[in-house]
């Protein structure tokens, strides 16, 4: 057994995260260090740390004498960018993109409004480089080169808007766009409606239009859901009981 715990520790996550994610260790299971470094094969050292990580992520705690308890879902640290990535890769992506999607529907405008004021001359050159970038990979299945552009794109976005709290749900937003292509939630070439927006949206912020810059990016989320429903459609309503 080797003694690199960094390597083995992440490892370790990579198959004990999305366990608890998908439920295969319901809320108020009691898990032993030992046990799971048996089950593991790691050491015990290297058990506590990657437990360690999971509490910072509030999917467990860790209680002397007890062992560790996972925790609820209501309690889980949802915008920590690895319990999103788990979360997509289980059985709970569809709801989790939706939910995803619709807190971009509501903060990417807010802030490519404010990118529109306060943006540097720099992110105003970094959006249309990215933009362009985009429209460069946007034909021939070249996804992850898109990818790379899209997620730079809404990085320098919410980073533009001058605030600290819309700058730090860039990773959010990455993993967002990362599960859409990697879990083939989406078509096999970007909607060219989209990719436009884009371009159109970098110009908006360059030319110092709080209002275009807003519609556009309301404008580029809304198409972002209405590729779920084609995609990926809502389950219907309940029927009404009957009298």
Request: net charge neutral; with cysteine; glycine share 6%.
């Amino acid at each position: 057994m080797t003694t690199q715990g960094g390597g083995l520790h992440a490892r370790v996550l990579e198959r004990l995260g999305p366990a608890i994610t998908e439920g295969q260790y319901p809320a108020g299971s009691v898990l032993r260090t030992d046990e799971l470094a048996q089950r593991y094969e790691v050491s015990r050292s290297v058990m506590r740390e990657a437990v360690r990580v999971l509490e910072s992520m509030h999917l467990v705690a860790s209680r002397r004498r007890v062992g560790v308890t996972v925790l609820p879902a209501e309690e889980w640290n949802v915008y920590d960018p690895q319990v999103i990535r788990w979360r997509l890769a289980g059985a709970d992506r569809p709801r989790q993109l939706r939910s995803l999607t619709v807190l971009r529907s509501a903060v990417e405008p807010v802030a490519a409004g404010l990118a529109a004021r306060h943006a540097t001359s720099a992110q105003c050159a970094e959006l249309t480089e990215n933009a362009l970038g985009m429209v460069a990979h946007s034909r021939g299945h070249r996804l992850e080169g898109y990818l790379r552009h899209d997620i730079a794109f809404h990085r320098v976005v919410l980073r533009a808007s001058g605030n600290e709290m819309f700058a730090r749900l860039g990773d959010v937003v990455a993993e967002v766009l990362s599960g859409r292509t990697h879990h083939q939630v989406m078509f096999h070439d970007p909607d060219p409606a989209a990719v436009t927006l884009h371009v159109r949206l970098a110009e908006a912020v360059r030319e110092r239009d709080a209002d275009r810059a807003e519609a556009l990016t309301r404008e580029i989320t809304i198409g972002a859901l209405q590729e779920l429903d084609i995609l990926d459609p809502p389950p219907p309503p309940p029927a009404p009981a009957e009298s």
